[in-house]
């Protein structure tokens, strides 16, 4: 996951022509109402545990959280989760990891399986992204509709907010006018709720195995 900085820009630049790059999408600001976000996440939360109960744990957990901000009389459980929880659930668990990471558990031939393993998803899922979203624009290029930057694809994946963070900064290296955070950051959450069930749903289907 840290090395996503480094191993998208590459395949990225690799897939993409600089004309492609360049490519604007102008973001129009709409409205969304209460309602609409204080269904949201209870309506995703009710369809990813139809379609992978096992994502339910992690996907309701986040969408826990976006029901306590969104519906308005949790304040200050929605701060507390949102800094001193996150704070503190974060450095338990870097503490819990590092007193597991001595050399014998650590340095072994699975170990080096699964980081290879990682670094493969990374790179498929962002060529996939790119490439699914250039054949997007072939399609709405014959039928007159307006293009979309095919790097946003790469965003994807489950790496949130780094992947939205990382082509908008290779937008604004190719022309400085152009912002693609918002639409990059929409995929990037996208990808990552996708993710999820898309784990929840192997683990229901190979649970046997």
Known sequence: ????????????????????????????QREVSKTTRIIFPIAV??????VAPASVSLVGFLMFGNLLREC??????????????ANLITLFLGI?????????KFLQTKTLLVIGLGLFAFVFDTAGGVLFAKLYNVVMK?????????MIGAAGISAFPMSGRIVHKLGLAEDDQNFLLMHS?????????ASVIAGGMILTLFAGF
């Not at 939360?45 to 139809?50: D, E, P, S």
């Not at 950051?185 to 709720?193: C, K, L, R």
């Open 1 to 28: 996951m840290a090395l996503v900085p480094i191993i998208q820009p590459p395949v990225i630049k690799l897939l993409t022509t600089k004309k492609e790059r360049r490519i604007k999408m102008p973001y129009v």
């Open 45 to 50: 939360t009710v369809i990813a545990g139809l």
């Open 72 to 85: 308005g009389v949790l304040d200050s459980l929605s701060n507390t989760a949102q800094q001193v929880l």
């Open 96 to 104: 819990t990891i590092a007193s597991q990471m001595t050399a014998d």
């Open 142 to 150: 014959i039928l007159g509709k307006p293009l979309i930057n095919p």
């Open 185 to 193: 950051i929409g995929v990037n959450v996208s990808g990552q709720i």
